[in-house]
T-cell receptor, first 116, second 116 residues
Framework: NAGVMQNPRHLVRRRGQEARLRCSPM?????VYWYRQLPEEGLKFMVY????????ESGMPKERFSAEFPKEGPSILRIQQVVRGDSAAYFC??????????????FGSGTQLSVL | AQTVTQSQPEMSVQEAETVTLSCTYD???????LFWYKQPPSRQMILVIR??????QNATENRFSVNFQKAAKSFSLKISDSQLGDAAMYFC?????????????FGKGTHLIIQP
C-alpha cells in the first residue's frame, strides 16, 4: 500500500509563473490536507478537502492560491503568479475518514517550491 | 485559536541517554488530541506518538513516552536510550476533538542532535 505521494519533490519557478503541486492520497483515503512549512517553522494548515469539495480553506491565502480534489486524479494545489515569499515546503496529508478526530494523518514527503 | 509552543529550538543528548522535549499549548477546549511528529532530513513527517486528552494515562510507544499534564497544558516527549536514528526535528501538534474539519496546529519544532 503506497503512502501519500507528492510530486514534484522540488519545483523551481520564476516570479510571476504558476506552480502546480500534486498529491495522491493513500489508497482508500478520501480526505486531503495541505500544509505549508517555512524555514525554521512548523507546518501551517492551509486547506482541507474531500473528494470534489473544499471543507475548510481558512489557512489558505485568498489571492493566487487555489486547491482542488477532483473525483478522479490527485489533489492539486495551485499557486498563480508566484512571489519569493511563496518559497516553502508544501506538505500533503491524507486520512481515511473525518469525524473521528483521533485518526492519524499520513503525510507525503513534501514539495519544495523555490521561487527565483 | 489554539497555539502550540516548543521553547527549545535545539536539544543535544548523548547516544543511549534519555532526553525530554517540552511542549505547551493553549486551548479553551476540553476535548482534543496531541501528537509528536518526527521530521528527519528526508523531510518525511512521521507520527511518533499521540495522546487523547480524555485519557489520564500517558501514551507510550517503545522508547517514546509522554508526560501529559492537562491542567498545566503541558505535553512533553521523553526519548529513552537515544539512538543516532532519532536525530531529527520534532514537532508537537494539537488537534481539536470537536468533530470539525480542523487540521493540526504545530509548534515550531525542536532540533534533536544525538552525540555519538
Amino acid at each position: 500500500n503506497a503512502g501519500v505521494m507528492q510530486n514534484p519533490r522540488h519545483l523551481v519557478r520564476r516570479r510571476g509563473q504558476e506552480a502546480r503541486l500534486r498529491c495522491s492520497p493513500m489508497k482508500g483515503h478520501s480526505h486531503v490536507y495541505w500544509y505549508r512549512q517555512l524555514p525554521e517553522e512548523g507546518l501551517k494548515f492551509m486547506v482541507y478537502l474531500q473528494k470534489e469539495n473544499i471543507i475548510d480553506e481558512s489557512g489558505m491565502p485568498k489571492e493566487r492560491f487555489s486547491a482542488e480534489f477532483p473525483k478522479e486524479g490527485p489533489s492539486i494545489l495551485r499557486i498563480q503568479q508566484v512571489v519569493r515569499g511563496d518559497s516553502a515546503a508544501y506538505f500533503c496529508a491524507s486520512s481515511p475518514f473525518q469525524g473521528q478526530n483521533n485518526e492519524k494523518l499520513f503525510f507525503g514527503s513534501g514539495t519544495q517550491l523555490s521561487v527565483l | 485559536a489554539q497555539t502550540v509552543t516548543q521553547s527549545q529550538p535545539e536539544m543535544s543528548v548523548q547516544e543511549a541517554e534519555t532526553v525530554t522535549l517540552s511542549c505547551t499549548y493553549d486551548t479553551s477546549e476540553s476535548d482534543y488530541y496531541l501528537f509528536w511528529y518526527k521530521q528527519p532530513p528526508s523531510r518525511q513527517m512521521i507520527l511518533v506518538i499521540r495522546q487523547e486528552a480524555y485519557k489520564q494515562q500517558n501514551a507510550t510507544e517503545n522508547r517514546f513516552s509522554v508526560n501529559f499534564q492537562k491542567a498545566a497544558k503541558s505535553f512533553s516527549l521523553k526519548i529513552s536510550d537515544s539512538q543516532l536514528g532519532d536525530a531529527a526535528m520534532y514537532f508537537c501538534a494539537y488537534r481539536s476533538g470537536g468533530g470539525g474539519a480542523d487540521g493540526l496546529t504545530f509548534g515550531k519544532g525542536t532540533h534533536l542532535i544525538i552525540q555519538p
